[in-house]
Nanobody
Framework: QVRLVESGGGLVQAGGSLRLSCAASGSIFRFYAMGWYRQAPGKERELVARVTSGLNTNYADSVKGRFTISRDNAKNTLYLQMNSLKPEDTAVYYC???????????????WGQGTQVTVSS
């Protein structure tokens, strides 16, 4: 059973920084694309940043130049460095990954449980 567990969320003042981590555990044969999404109250979940297995990245326009996504395949961990945080970044942040659990399985999409990020003005 594959699990994604996020950590690193919290309360920070505007202009501050946070680093989110997403640790994957369980049966993992191969990672594909991984990403961070967020959902603010009353809004739909949106893509924040994504990184492919070839380390190509893409970002939402609202976070370009402030957030950096990275992955450490040796540690089965995904990161999101968030700098110059703004109150509008307040949301629950979710980790998402396409993983092939074993060589006999199909690629499957997984979600973490989410971590709250609150930016005060």
């Amino acid at each position: 059973q594959v699990r994604l567990v996020e950590s690193g969320g919290g309360l920070v003042q505007a202009g501050g920084s946070l680093r989110l981590s997403c640790a994957a555990s369980g049966s993992i044969f191969r990672f594909y694309a991984m990403g961070w999404y967020r959902q603010a109250p009353g809004k739909e979940r949106e893509l924040v940043a994504r990184v492919t297995s070839g380390l190509n990245t893409n970002y939402a326009d609202s976070v370009k130049g402030r957030f950096t996504i990275s992955r450490d395949n040796a540690k089965n961990t995904l990161y999101l460095q968030m700098n110059s945080l703004k109150p509008e970044d307040t949301a629950v942040y979710y980790c998402n990954a396409d993983i092939q659990p074993t060589r006999w399985d199909l690629r499957t999409n997984y979600w973490g449980q989410g971590t709250q990020v609150t930016v005060s003005s």
